[in-house]
């Protein structure tokens, strides 16, 4: 009798409050919605490249991912629906990481997450309202989509357990890296020179998606809010 009194005082103890309760939920959603953004996201750039028009000789070498919703000024063209499918995509993606942040930001323990997920949702929002064929504003909203994704998914190590966290200082490194590449400042030289500003890009865009996916599924496994992972 007096085990099973323990036992259920133990249980008692450990038991999660509702406010609990309701914040892993809002962080399992939180989660779910992240990683379908980097998976979708994704995908559809790959799905946009092959409906490109062949005539127009679109190549991951020469073509940036804003060339889909349009090339740059002063010969600037817009190709439909692959113009419409960048736009919607950069917008659909943007809300889903900004509502993930809104669900995130009353239980993460290290709020600079939540305001890089926020400048980065709100980026990829600036992307669909100023597509590549708007001077000056794209290429600064481009630029700080990309810091913003790079360095949030560094960040991230703090409230993620190894070997998760190596990935996503891997993924945010070779993000941010490739950032420095991509600057007009290397035109021409090193990995521009190797694989093209477009392959400089993807190597840009591609691992902040895959970071997407991975801090996701690892926010969905969680029974509690987003805590700092040496706290435990």
């Keep these: 009798m007096q085990t099973k009194i ?122 669909a309202v100023f597509p590549g064929n708007v001077p000056t504003w794209h290429p600064w909203i481009a630029l700080t989509c990309f810091m913003a994704g790079a360095i949030t998914a560094i960040m991230s190590r703090k409230v993620l357990h190894a070997p998760v966290t190596y990935f996503a200082v891997a993924l945010g490194a070779i993000a941010l890296v490739a950032t420095v590449a991509g600057l007009e400042s290397f035109e021409g030289t090193g990995p521009q020179e190797w694989i093209g500003l477009g392959g400089v890009e993807r190597w840009i865009a591609y691992p902040v998606l895959m970071w997407l996916v991975i801090f996701g599924t690892a926010l969905m496994g969680r029974e509690e809010g987003v805590h700092e992972a040496n706290s435990k």
């Design 6 to 127: 323990h036992s259920d005082a133990v249980a008692a103890t450990f038991r999660p409050t509702a406010q609990e309760s309701r914040q892993a939920r809002r962080t399992q959603i939180a989660g779910a919605l992240l990683a379908v953004t980097g998976i979708g996201v994704l995908m559809s750039i790959i799905t946009n490249e092959a409906l490109y028009p062949a005539a127009r000789h679109y190549n991951t070498f020469a073509n940036t991912i804003s060339d889909l919703g349009g090339t740059e000024p002063p010969n600037s063209y817009m190709v439909q629906p692959n113009r419409a499918m960048f736009i919607a995509t950069m917008a659909v993606g943007g809300a889903l990481v900004l509502l993930s942040t809104y669900l995130l930001w009353p239980g993460v323990a290290r709020p600079r997450i939540s305001i890089g997920l926020l400048v980065f949702g709100a980026s990829l929002v600036g992307l």
